[in-house]
């Protein structure tokens, strides 16, 4: 069974990143949240005092994860499913589903059906009574309307978010889950689930939750105004992306320092604020 993933060789350099949708302004400077000495990183994690604060921020009960992708192993490796569904084209699904699902036809264990939610128009309501486990991938949560909160309500679904896109620390590789699975994912715990340093930054930013809507708010502008100036632009509903059939805006990227993420029949670009995305209007106006 080959699920081994080739590392990137690419230097990004100082290429403007648009290609992993990233935040691409940074989130802080040495003027701005907390200092690397306040994590007292010395010590172990003091992991209860960050879920009390945590919680009592965000309402209900948590367990830190490696932002969504950490989740989403953590949640596949526990639940020996015998059949997984998922929305969107995310490679580690099949990685993950390949490692912790079924091994063969013939593999009859009596595990739960799971199905991944993205999409916001995707009608939980009825989904929760079709599958045992029903998982919310909320990790662009800001850059949609839809809130995938009320939803707790129901006792088989578990939302996942991180703050690696609209909070901007993809580098620190933090991120929750909420709802079903906490107590589980509890259980098969580790020695400690998140960082000092990761939770610190983390809950600076939760706390001061104004600097990321002003960020999203940003790139929605971006967003509308691609699509009402290009009608070759299509929005998927949900992320901080747009997407582009003409292909041949790829090398003209490359060729400027731009990155940009290219599929076999159309380009996807990460939105930045307006002052960063100049030279990207250029190509596109050719």
């Not at 209860?48 to 830190?64: D, P, T, V």
């Not at 949640?75 to 589903?97: C, H, P, V």
């Not at 978010?161 to 933090?174: H, Q």
Request: with cysteine; hydrophobic share 35%.
């Amino acid at each position: 069974m080959d699920v081994i993933r080739k590392r990137n060789q690419q230097n990004t350099g100082d290429n403007l990143r648009l290609h992993l949708n990233e935040r691409i302004t940074p989130t802080w400077s040495n003027r701005l949240g907390p200092k690397y000495e306040e994590a007292n990183l010395q010590r172990y994690p003091d992991l209860e005092k960050y879920y009390k604060e945590f919680e009592n921020i965000l309402g209900h009960k948590l367990f830190f994860t490696e932002g969504i992708s950490g989740a989403v192993k953590e949640i596949m490796s526990i639940l020996e499913f015998r059949k997984m569904e998922y929305q969107g084209t995310w490679a580690l699904y099949d990685i993950f589903n390949k490692l912790y699902g079924p091994k063969t036809l013939f593999d009859n264990r009596d595990g739960p059906v799971i199905k991944f939610c993205l999409l916001p128009e995707t009608d939980i309501d009825n989904i929760v009574k079709k599958y045992d486990h029903v998982i919310i991938d909320d990790a662009y949560q800001y850059f949609h309307d839809k809130d995938w909160t009320p939803y707790l309500k129901y006792d088989n679904v578990t939302i996942m978010r991180t703050f690696s896109k609209a909070f901007g620390l993809a580098g620190l590789r933090i991120g929750y889950i909420a709802g079903e699975l906490v107590d589980l994912l509890n259980m098969h715990r580790g020695g400690y689930e998140a960082n000092s340093f990761s939770l610190e930054r983390a809950l600076f930013y939760l706390k001061n939750e104004s600097q990321v809507k002003q960020y999203a708010k940003e790139i929605i502008e971006v967003r509308d105004h691609m699509l009402n100036k290009y009608n070759h632009m299509s929005w998927d509903g949900y992320s901080n992306s747009l997407y582009t059939k003409r292909i041949d805006i790829h090398q003209k990227m490359l060729d400027n320092d731009i990155l940009v993420k290219r599929g076999q029949s159309e380009v996807r670009i990460t939105l930045a604020p307006m002052s960063h995305m100049k030279e990207v209007f250029k190509i596109l106006d050719e």
